[in-house]
């Protein structure tokens, strides 16, 4: 019986012309289809740099009049590198430290009465943000950034005016507000103000901030602060209270010769120059919070961003009491590190028994190496900081 199985046939030369044919024809199909992708690729970019610098950020931020005016044409060329200001300062940055003025953080009272009226006129103001570096802000109450603390009671009524003294039209978004946006948070023409009312009926840490479009551009122009809601259930009694908001900034020179604005490009790729609590690189770091030797401290902590989180921890201690989220009604204890997202708040009682110098910080360590650092000083210790 013959078998049906044909016997195994020799490769000839026409199967090699033939399979190379193939693979060559599938290497150029291959190659077309990649083309394809990144000529649709290259289309999509480019429309959606022709929307924005149309109607998005880039005009928006143009309308500023100031020195970010050319980043309309600048924004079509976001590719890197992108240059970097990241710790230059003038040669006397450490005499200059000493002399800056550091922002008052600690927590100012509430006010008694049902009704606490804030008022604030924004400004467009040059502000130093580390030493010798000076940067153009739109600033809420002339304050540079943050903002003034608001700290009110929980059930108090806020009624909020704000006056806009800049060149742009401008808001105001209160995170602790339950409250209509489009009414109470719409947008202010210059030389024109807004009031508006709400119950602070949530207690906490929250930010508020201006909500202009494009609020990137806003947020990282300084206009953000925090608001304390202290609990009507009471808190444990603390010996020290302070209040701290994250931010960094993005500028578009070093801001010695003259003040830096903003680089619009560097703010969406996240390349901050200068990482701050309170507004000013390091300057808790010159001029420490202070404690004494078994004290609680505690901190009121927001991330204002624009996009940076907080990642708090102090160092050579345990956040002993760490509301988390500032979600007010429980706590966790003995944590060492905490994040408080970009928007967010979070409150924390730090006991230290022993004297020394605490350096709390924002433990993503790229932002302390760009000014995201300070120091508690508990007692009167001797030495450097180690952090
Ligand atoms: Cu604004």
Known sequence: MESTTAPPRR?????????????????????????????????????????????????????????????????HNVALPIESFAGVVPDNAAELAEAHAAYDAALPPAPAGDVVEVN????????????????????????????????????QTVEMTLTNGGAIPHSIDFHAARIAPNVAFKDVAPGKSISFRFTASDPGVYMYHCGTKPVLAHIANGMYGAIVVRPKAGLPVVDNEYVLVGSEWYLNGDGIEQPASLDMAKARARTADWVTFNGYANQYVTHPLTAKPGDTTRFWVVAAGPTNNVNFHVVGAMLDRAW??????????????????????????????????????????????????????????KGASTH
Do not use: C
């Not at 950020?57 to 005016?69: I, Q, Y």
């Open 11 to 75: 490769p000839r030369a026409s199967d090699t012309v033939s399979g190379a044919f193939w693979m060559v024809a599938t290497l150029l199909l291959g190659f077309a289809v990649g083309l394809v992708g990144l000529l649709a690729l290259l289309m999509w970019s480019d429309a959606r740099d022709a929307r924005d610098a149309a109607a998005g950020p880039s005009a928006a931020v143009s309308e500023a009049g100031s020195s970010t005016a050319g980043h309309a044409l600048a924004d």
């Open 120 to 155: 604030m006129v924004l400004k467009d103001m040059t502000v130093e943000i580390a030493p010798g570096v000076e940067y153009n802000t739109w600033a809420f109450d002339g304050h540079g950034a943050p903002g003034p603390i608001v700290h009110v009671r929980e059930g």
């Open 324 to 381: 988390v989220n500032g979600d007010m009604t429980q706590y966790q204890r003995n944590v060492q590190t905490v994040v408080v997202p970009a928007g967010g708040g979070a409150v924390f009682d730090v006991k230290v028994d022993k004297e020394g110098l605490y350096p709390f910080v924002s433990h993503a360590f790229a932002d302390v190496d760009l000014g995201q650092v300070g120091l508690l000083k508990v007692g009167n210790p």
